[in-house]
């Protein structure tokens, strides 16, 4: 067994060095490409990246090692744990994943499973994307690509698996939402349960929900601003009335927005601040372009009136509670590509957006790079 599982790890670790320099030149030289192409490559993109997750040994440090613990739990006491003592039992989707997983030879299936599906929900939309508007270019790819890489965080993709997974899932039920026309309800039936489906994976999902009230008012612009204010005078009481409700998965909810809230270590303010001022630069232009964002991705207008209602959230967190600001860097990742792709076509922003995005990024993938080295050794 020992030959074919090296070989995989070579072979995935090969292509995705080729695909990602292939990218990274892709951002100086654009050229055309195929939807067809394009959904191959990132396709088996995404199966190399989660061939590679499946090698990663987790240190006790990470939420992945108590995870592979929880289900070598279910494997060893069988369905009378997974309805009794498990740790996730009020979360159905989440242990009913580490049941499936339990019945697979090796734990290490858990991050390869979410780990392809969240790319193949990325690809997804960015075909999706690419058919609206077919012409254009591997710039528009490879930085978007790289825009999802560095906000899911490579580091917390592999390591916390639940939090990335329900944010991805939840960005994908925004797109599709706002994606459905008249001719494509199909597209809105599937959007609705996957608003409810990840609070199950993890609890802090909820806010796609309660945003999605926020746009059906489109309290956009200057009438979100409350929002800010909101989220600073109730974060500290929010947690306390849902700990005081009987359902258990509000408790749940109210114990994350408390430890949230109280959680001051851990995270570097240096990655906070360029993170902040991307959220910025991604609102402002999503503001500033509003009537020009639906005429070039086609999606309905209140996708903007999300994104900028999300973006307008995340401000309000960043100062109340960074850790909660952190999290939903993830779910921009995947809303982030029809703005992305909007901005890289744009001949008035493209130049100094491509410039701005090859700092950032630049910074940001290389401290998540020397992040995932450290934990790993």
Sequence with gaps: ???????????????????????TISIFINTKMSRHSLAITFALFGASY????????????????????????????????????????????TNYLFYFVSLLPSNNFLTSIVIFLEFSVFTYV??????RRPNLGSRTYALTFFYYIAL????????????????VLCGLAVYLDHSAGPTNSTRRIVAVPLYLFPIFIHPSAA?????????????????????????????????????????????????????????????DPRLWGVNLVLVLVLFLYAASQRSAMYRFTGLSSGYTD???????????????????????????????????????????????????????????????AVELIHALT
């Design 1 to 23: 067994m020992q030959i074919p599982s090296m070989a995989l790890l070579i072979a995935s670790a090969a292509y995705a060095a080729i695909f990602i320099a292939i990218t």
């Design 50 to 93: 989660a061939s590679l997750a499946f090698f990663v040994q987790p240190p006790e440090a990470w939420d992945l090692w108590h995870h592979f613990r929880e289900i070598d739990a279910i494997r060893n006491t069988g369905t009378d744990y997974l309805q009794g003592a498990a740790k996730y039992r009020e979360l159905v989707v």
């Design 126 to 131: 960015l075909v999706d994307v690419a058919k």
């Design 152 to 167: 899911t965080n490579v580091v917390y993709s592999i390591s916390g698996i639940r939090n990335v997974l329900a944010f």
């Design 207 to 267: 806010i796609f929900g309660i945003l999605r009230l926020v746009a059906i008012f489109r309290l956009t612009g200057y009438l979100a601003a409350p929002l800010v204010v909101l989220f600073g005078v109730f974060s500290d009481r929010l947690p306390q009335l849902l700990l005081n409700l009987e359902h258990p998965v509000l408790r749940q909810i109210g114990g994350l927005l408390s430890y949230y809230s109280d959680f001051t270590g851990g995270l």
């Design 306 to 368: 999300y994104f900028m209602a999300y973006c307008l959230f995340m401000f309000g967190a960043a100062f109340v509670s960074p850790i909660i600001f952190t999290r939903m860097l993830y779910g921009l990742g995947l809303m982030a590509v029809p703005i992305i792709a909007a901005v890289v076509a744009d001949r008035k922003h493209s130049l100094p957006f491509t410039i701005f995005s090859c700092v950032y990024l630049t910074g940001v993938l290389s401290y998540q």
